[in-house]
Nanobody
Framework: QLQLVESGGGLVQPGGSLRLSCAASGFSLDNYHIGWFRQAPGKEREGVSCFSRSGGSTKYADSVKGRFTISRDNAKNTVYLQMNSLKPEDTAVYYC???????????????????WGQGTQVTVSS
């Protein structure tokens, strides 16, 4: 059974940092593009970042460029989203997702992701 499980969310003060994890089971993440998305109350889901299957390409939403970093640990079958300099507007439920992909393709946002995790809440507040 293919499953994605996010963790690492929580409450943090503005300017603080969090690292989200997305652990996969039932399949190997290095055969998929992996994306991070977020949805705040009353807002549409937003693509935050993605990591291409090949490992050679990443993308970021303009709102997080320079603050967030996506990475993948193949040995742990886990993708991470390091979030620094957090702002109140980063408050949302964060989801990871996996998209079947060829080795030569590059991830895009929002893309067409096949598998989704249950989400983890990130709250940035003083």
């Amino acid at each position: 059974q293919l499953q994605l499980v996010e963790s690492g969310g929580g409450l943090v003060q503005p300017g603080g940092s969090l690292r989200l994890s997305c652990a996969a089971s039932g399949f190997s993440l290095d055969n998929y593009h992996i994306g991070w998305f977020r949805q705040a109350p009353g807002k549409e889901r937003e693509g935050v970042s993605c990591f291409s299957r090949s490992g050679g390409s990443t993308k970021y939403a303009d709102s997080v460029k320079g603050r967030f970093t996506i990475s993948r640990d193949n040995a742990k079958n886990t993708v991470y989203l390091q979030m620094n300099s957090l702002k109140p507007e980063d408050t949302a439920v964060y989801y990871c997702a996996a998209e079947r992909a060829s080795l030569i393709s590059r991830c895009v946002l929002p893309g067409k992701y096949d598998y989704w995790g249950q989400g983890t809440q990130v709250t940035v507040s003083s």
